[in-house]
């Protein structure tokens, strides 16, 4: 039993070494799959964003907690915006709100993620 209290000591430590402070845990790759299908309603702007979209929305907000977070998925936001020079502007501004939920960062192809 000793062994294994000692065990699960070591493994926590190594588990908090692994992520280090100020390091994002945030990826591109989640902030795409939770915005995919917010894509129609960005290069559209018309009429309100899909509930599925809402819903990744709502994610991206859950997981972007830390100040890296918030810049790495800010970041990945505009990578992705990159790729789709259709996108409304005015519609990725207001998505947070039409999806009712406050993102601590604003969803734009210009944003400045340092600040």
């Known amino acids: ?11 926590l430590a190594m588990v908090q070494f692994m ?3 100020g390091e994002a845990a945030v990826s591109c790759d989640q902030v795409n799959g939770f915005l995919a299908s917010c894509i129609p309603y960005l ?8 509930a599925q979209c809402c819903d990744g929305v709502g ?3 859950k997981i972007a907690e830390t ?3 918030k810049q790495a998925a800010c970041n990945c936001v505009k990578l992705a915006a990159a790729r789709f020079p259709t996108i409304k502007e005015d519609a990725a501004s207001s998505l947070p ?5 406050q993102v601590h960062f604003p969803i734009s ?4 993620c340092q600040e």
């Open 109 to 112: 192809k210009n944003t400045n």
């Open 1 to 11: 039993m000793k062994g294994v209290v000692i065990s699960v000591f070591v493994l």
């Open 43 to 50: 290069t559209s702007g018309a009429g309100n964003p899909a």
């Open 59 to 61: 994610k991206l907000q």
């Open 19 to 21: 992520v280090k402070p």
């Open 67 to 69: 100040t890296a977070d």
């Open 97 to 101: 709100a039409k999806c009712n939920v």
